[in-house]
């Protein structure tokens, strides 16, 4: 089960340089966690559990409209869980695939989640990644891939999911992780609208002109 994460703003040293840079993964997540069933039989239990970090995510104000866990695709259980913290924390990369991985990565201890001692991990995904988790994904050893929410989904409100190859999903099974996308892709996709709707930071890179 993953715990919070704490991560300290890094003391300023000369030069411009910090001794520490820290993320704080949000109290509420455990919180809910802890009343919510975390062992989950299937694509779209686990699908419904990520879609409502996702949601709570937009209730409590700590981040972007996403959300993703690693699971045991042999138990089901649930081993970490991300949301978005971007505006929270005021660091671009902290998108919930990517905290999610890290935790999951953490809580095992081994930063190659497909090494022979760990067990088969699934990313479950409110969306579909984005360019740099797309990109982060060959490395973080996870065997499978579910998506809710289509990257259209995520542009459509106004989001930049950056320059993502068509055939992204064949090169992810070439490199042996399966893939498997429109899971919720409705309600994931609802999530991402009532969050521009409820003026929610449409947060981007340099989207091509």
């Known amino acids: 089960m993953m715990k ?20 704080t993964i949000p109290s509420w997540i455990s919180g809910y966690l802890e009343r919510t069933r975390t062992v989950l039989a299937t694509a779209l239990e686990r699908m419904d559990l990520v879609i409502e970090l996702a949601r709570k995510n937009i209730e ?4 972007g409209p996403f ?6 695709t042999q138990s089901g259980e649930l081993i970490s869980a991300g949301v978005n913290l971007v505006t929270r924390s005021n660091l671009s990369v902290c998108h919930a695939e990517i905290l999610a991985i890290m935790q999951a990565q953490t809580i095992l201890g081994n930063f190659d989640l497909g090494a022979p001692a760990m067990p088969c991990c699934q990313l479950v ?14 490395w973080s050893g996870v065997k499978e891939l579910v998506c809710g929410a289509r990257d259209e989904d995520a542009r459509s409100v106004g989001f930049d999911e950056g320059a993502k190859c068509s055939d992204w999903i064949e090169q992810l099974q070439k490199r042996g992780i399966q893939v498997i996308t429109d899971i919720s892709r409705t309600r994931a996709s ?13 947060y981007n890179g340099r989207a091509q002109k």
């Open 4 to 23: 919070n994460g704490a991560i300290r703003k890094g003391v300023r040293m000369r030069h411009g340089f910090t001794s520490d840079i820290s993320i």
């Open 60 to 63: 409590h104000k700590t981040g």
């Open 67 to 72: 959300a993703a866990a690693v699971f045991n």
């Open 125 to 138: 995904t409110s969306t579909a990644p984005c360019a740099m988790c797309l990109g982060a994904l060959p």
């Open 190 to 202: 609802e999530v991402l609208r009532a969050y521009a709707l409820s003026g929610g930071v449409i």
